[in-house]
């Protein structure tokens, strides 16, 4: 690990100041995947700005009938609080799915979605990776890419967003707010946080340099059932293969989001009009247009498997048809 400086926040625009103005400066709260990547040297942040006595710690009630969840609040409460349990039971059951016990004590909210998308190779630094330094091109096209993105890649990258928490909030429609150096506050839905590849691999979200993620609002609860299946390697601690967060009504309709299948959580709102018609409807819809390398292309028909899965647990009419 190579060596950097460290002060621990009291404000968050002053944390948020702290950042902007000092090239290298990163947040830390719970650490989970920075610090994993500053001993790799792969992440080599020259100054350290600690947020955890920041107060973003609470879930609240929302005038409109939602949670606004505290940027700093665990893993481990967030799906343990009871309202979450009970109107958001997609998020609690996605966060139960990731990580371990002890991570999640550890993991913050606004930390799970800020988690380098990431892949083998960008843990590997004798290979080429635009992630870790730009124009340096992307080992894994045209190598092992098995769990690697199906969708949205490009030309500079193919890695996959890991996390397990945001292909819920996307259902969800979760919004993500902000603070910036000057005071200036941001909303920005969970749909547009996280970044498509493009020729920019290097930039994971739309945050601004020094923008500190406050909290996480949840809009009123869905009602309905609520699923997350996760396909996977092994039974725990393990990345999607493909997963699927799902909100389904009585009556068929109902929300989807994919998860290891591209730089983001993905979701087609298109494609969920053609849920009475089964899950290879909505999966064909959802991934118009895909790019599967020959060692990952058996997600799309996993996906819609997975799909499938949730439609029949969920005894809509679609569970026929699927």
Request: with cysteine; aromatic share 6%; glycine share 10%.
């Amino acid at each position: 690990m190579r060596s950097f400086t460290y002060e621990r926040a009291t404000d968050a625009v002053a944390a948020a100041r702290a950042v902007a103005q000092r090239p290298g400066a990163k947040f830390l709260a719970g650490g989970t995947n920075l610090l994993d990547l500053m001993k790799l040297e792969i992440e080599t942040p020259t100054h350290l700005v600690d947020v955890q006595d920041l107060g973003f710690d609470k879930i609240e009630k929302t005038a409109e009938g939602g949670l606004r969840i505290g940027a700093l609040v665990t893993n481990t409460d967030l799906a343990a609080d009871p309202r979450v349990r009970r109107d958001y039971g997609v998020l609690s059951r996605a966060i139960l799915a990731g990580a371990s016990g002890q991570l999640r004590n550890k993991a913050s909210t606004a930390g799970n979605l800020l988690q380098r998308t990431r892949c083998p190779y960008f843990y590997d630094t004798n290979m080429a990776c635009n992630k870790r330094k730009p124009g340096d091109g992307c080992a894994a096209i045209g190598g092992y890419s098995r769990q690697l993105g199906v969708i949205g890649v490009s030309s500079s990258c193919i890695a996959t967003f890991p996390g397990d928490m945001a292909v819920a909030m996307r259902v969800l429609d979760a919004v993500v707010e902000t603070v910036d150096a000057n005071g200036q506050r941001r909303s920005i839905p969970i749909a547009d946080f996280h970044r498509l590849w493009g020729d920019h691999p290097e930039q994971d979200t739309t945050l601004r340099p020094g923008e500190l993620i406050t909290a996480v609002v949840l809009p009123k609860p869905l009602g309905g059932q609520h699923f997350y299946e996760k396909v996977r390697d092994r039974a725990s601690y393990a990345y999607a293969l493909v997963s699927v967060a799902a909100v389904m009504q009585r009556d068929g309709s109902g929300r989807v989001a994919f998860g290891g299948v591209a730089p983001k959580p993905w979701r087609v709102e298109a494609a969920e009009a053609l849920l009475p018609q089964g899950a290879a409807a909505v999966t064909a819809r959802a991934f118009q247009g895909a790019t599967p390398t020959k060692d990952n292309a058996f997600k799309l028909p996993l996906a819609t498997r997975a799909l499938a899965a949730v439609l029949d647990q969920a005894g809509t009419p679609a569970q026929k048809k699927g």
